[in-house]
T-cell receptor, first 111, second 112 residues
Framework: GEDVEQSLFLSVREGDSSVINCTYT??????LYWYKQEPGAGLQLLTY?????DMKQDQRLTVLLNKKDKHLSLRIADTQTGDSAIYFC???????????FGQGTELSVKP | DVKVTQSSRYLVKRTGEKVFLECVQD?????MFWYRQDPGLGLRLIYF???????EKGDIPEGYSVSREKKERFSLILESASTNQTSMYLC???????????FGSGTQLSVL
């Protein structure tokens, strides 16, 4: 079945770039998403990319999509302590808004 | 901005109790979803609904049921709570175009 995989932890220093990686299995995905979850909160949509694009940039965030390898990444430039959170990758694998989520990557930013 | 409101932030229940988790959205969204979140497992879909009085099973529906009597409200029901249902429950909604899923703040349920 459909599956989305992420590494569980990433630690970076403040000011460095962070790259969070994700792989997915369903080649028919229409959209791929990055959500952010801060401690004690729900999920907040950070950005998303349509499957016919290979890159999307939004301020400090860059999303890269490699459809051939079914690989999605989120790059955060100039990472700040406020970026510490869990980041979830998700794919929409059919019509109707159902998303399949990865396990989440906990990003820790050290001063 | 879309607002998805979950009625309780924390709940503590006993094994065997019937538990209702309520979710309301204010953007006239057709689609509503219930997920549970567990460490290392990410989010798993329990049930979803595309319309009033309509429901479909997600990936882990066992032990749960849902109710959608009004478009804005989607309730998750644990008929007889068990300790393995201790989890964070997240409600979400999306409109007809399905581009974006909006989440509530979550309900942390502990079953003792």
């Amino acid at each position: 079945g459909e599956d989305v995989e992420q590494s569980l932890f990433l630690s970076v220093r403040e000011g460095d770039s962070s790259v969070i990686n994700c792989t997915y299995t369903d080649s028919s995905s229409t959209y791929l998403y990055w959500y952010k979850q801060e401690p004690g909160a729900g999920l907040q949509l950070l950005t998303y990319i349509f499957s016919n694009m290979d890159m999307k940039q939004d301020q400090r965030l860059t999303v890269l999509l490699n459809k051939k390898d079914k690989h999605l990444s989120l790059r955060i430039a100039d990472t700040q302590t406020g970026d510490s959170a869990i980041y979830f990758c998700a794919e929409a694998y059919n019509q109707g808004g159902k998303l399949i989520f990865g396990q989440g990557t906990e990003l820790s930013v050290k001063p | 901005d879309v607002k998805v409101t979950q009625s309780s932030r924390y709940l503590v229940k006993r094994t065997g109790e019937k538990v209702f988790l309520e979710c309301v959205q204010d953007m006239d969204h057709e689609n509503m979803f219930w997920y549970r979140q567990d460490p290392g497992l990410g989010l798993r879909l329990i049930y979803f609904s595309y319309d009033v009085k309509m429901k479909e099973k997600g990936d882990i529906p066992e032990g749960y049921s849902v109710s959608r009597e009004k478009k804005e409200r989607f309730s998750l029901i644990l008929e007889s709570a068990s300790t393995n249902q201790t989890s964070m429950y997240l409600c979400a909604s999306s409109g007809q175009n399905n581009e974006k899923l909006f989440f509530g703040s979550g309900t942390q349920l502990s079953v003792l």
